[in-house]
């Protein structure tokens, strides 16, 4: 089964920083989800990407999937306390017909300071 | 408002007793889904719906049970067969299952404690 190791595990940050979250595997992503959860909550999705070279952009927050389609990468631009959260990556292993059966990361804490 | 709706959200359970979490969504969603979190750890798939009266086991389904008998509702069985029952749960739907990737979404979750 597909593992996705996720960097780094905590973030500190001050407002108005840039940051990046990484997601990345040994195997080939054909879907990559984003979620933000705050402790306890449910997931609140933010992006899925599925072409490699894809990047969107929702707000202030940009995730792209590399050309080779194993790494996917998360960038806050000017971080803002709203911002702190746990971001959770999913991959869905699936390379045609998908079931929407997906494997997580760890997690990456984000801490926003004001 | 559309969405997911989970109950209860805390739960405790005694030893040996067998507890049913709620999940209802509104969004004419045909597939659900059932995870796990625990603490410090990603999200881990128990069972998966892709039609009513159909459903199909996830990663870790050993000790839990699930129905499908309305599109709606999706309720999982958490058995005194399983160890460790002490987790979060987070119930998910998506639009359809067994085609062209869409988003997955998620409801509130459940936390259970086993006593």
């Known amino acids: 089964s597909q593992e996705l190791e996720q960097s780094p595990q905590s973030l500190i940050v001050q407002e108005g920083k840039n940051l990046t979250i990484n997601c990345t595997s040994s195997?080939?992503?054909?879907?990559l989800y984003w979620y933000k959860q705050k402790y306890g909550e449910g997931l609140i999705f933010l992006m899925m990407l599925q072409k490699g070279g894809e990047e969107k952009s929702h707000e202030k927050i940009t995730a792209k999937l590399d050309e080779k389609k194993q790494q996917s990468s998360l960038h806050i631009t000017a971080s803002q306390p709203s911002h702190a959260g746990i971001y959770l990556c999913?991959?869905?292993?699936?390379?045609?017909?998908?079931?929407?059966?997906?494997?997580f990361g760890q997690g990456t804490i984000l801490t926003v300071h004001p | 408002d559309g969405g997911i709706t989970q109950s209860p959200k805390y739960l405790f359970r005694k030893e040996g007793q067998n507890v049913t979490l709620s999940c209802e969504q509104n969004l004419n969603h045909d597939a659900m889904y059932w995870y796990r979190q625990d603490p410090g750890q990603g999200l881990r798939l128990i069972y998966y719906?892709?039609?009513?009266?159909?459903?199909q086991k996830g990663d870790i389904a050993e000790g839990y049970s699930v129905s499908r008998e309305k599109k709606e509702s999706f309720p999982l069985t958490v058995t005194s067969a399983q160890k460790n029952p002490t987790a979060f749960y987070l119930c998910?739907?998506?639009?359809?299952?067994?085609?062209?990737?869409?988003?997955?979404?998620f409801g509130e979750g459940s936390w259970l404690t086993v006593v």
């Open positions: 999913g991959a869905d292993e699936a390379g045609g017909t998908s079931y929407g059966k997906l494997t």
């Open positions: 998910a739907s998506s639009i359809r299952s067994g085609g062209p990737r869409n988003t997955i979404y």
């Open positions: 719906s892709q039609i009513v009266n159909d459903f």
């Open positions: 195997k080939t992503l054909y879907g």
